[in-house]
């Protein structure tokens, strides 16, 4: 089972703003990064160290956190951005020093 | 151009054995921690294993302890994971990934990935 917790699956309309959570304990001390999949594709970082976005990530995805929850924003949906979301953080726990969320499946109708 | 291209996955039986590579280009390979990711077919992503710049620190899943070994070579800018006793569990696309540096580790490149299939 993942060590953090994520809705497995949400929609939006194109255009419109859609947050994904990711809650676990790990996220006290160590900030989240996060990921796009695509059918067929690797991960892609889209957001790492709470709200740092990579270069060639558009601006309209942006991170937050709060306590043991960290957030992923995505502001005016567009069509590409249908895809799954994972969220990692680092871990204190030796025996498990990173964990990934279960992902969330973004669909844009 | 940052790359990772990864060779090695394969149809194995129960019980067999197999090495995976990942070969660096683009970035300076000897200062920066690499990891293994591990995705089943149609489940979310699993982190496998990471080592440190020089090799002198390793860790594993708990799923994969005692079975699997990560290792590098920083002058042919390669990473393995040598992958033993395999079981059907196993069966999934296992990715190496570029640690993004710093104290929260993240995976900033990540090669395309090596499907391994444990089956009879």
């Known amino acids: 089972s993942s060590e953090l917790t994520q809705d497995p699956a949400v929609s939006v309309a194109l255009g419109q703003t859609l947050r994904i959570t990711c809650q676990g304990d790990?996220?006290?001390?160590?900030?989240a990064a996060w990921y796009q999949q695509k059918p067929g594709q690797a991960p892609v970082l889209v957001i790492y160290?709470?709200?740092k976005r990579p270069s060639g990530v558009p601006d309209r995805f942006a991170g937050s956190s709060s306590g043991d929850t960290a957030s992923l924003t995505i502001s005016g949906a567009q069509a590409e951005d249908e895809a799954d979301y994972y969220c990692?953080?680092?871990?204190?726990?030796?025996?498990?020093?990173?964990?990934f969320g279960g992902g969330t499946r973004v669909t844009v109708l | 151009e940052v790359q990772l291209a990864q060779s090695g996955g394969a149809l194995v039986q129960p019980g067999g054995s197999l090495r995976l590579s990942c070969e660096a280009s683009?970035?300076?390979?000897?200062?920066?921690?690499m990891h293994w990711v591990r995705q089943a077919p149609g489940k979310g992503l699993e982190w496998v294993s990471l080592?440190?710049?020089?090799?002198?620190?390793?860790s594993y899943a708990d799923s994969v302890k005692g079975r699997f070994t990560v290792s590098r070579d920083n002058i042919r800018n390669s990473l393995y994971l040598q992958i033993t006793s395999l079981t059907t569990e196993d069966t999934a696309f296992y990715y190496c990934?570029?640690?993004?540096?710093?104290?929260?580790?993240?995976?900033?490149?990540w090669g395309r990935g090596s499907l391994v299939t444990v089956s009879s």
């Open positions: 990934a570029k640690d993004g540096g710093g104290y929260n580790w993240y995976f900033d490149v």
């Open positions: 683009g970035f300076t390979f000897n200062d920066r921690t």
């Open positions: 080592i440190t710049w020089d090799g002198t620190y390793t």
């Open positions: 790990s996220l006290r001390n160590f900030y």
């Open positions: 160290n709470k709200n």
């Open positions: 990692s953080s680092r871990d204190s726990n030796d025996n498990r020093p990173v964990v």
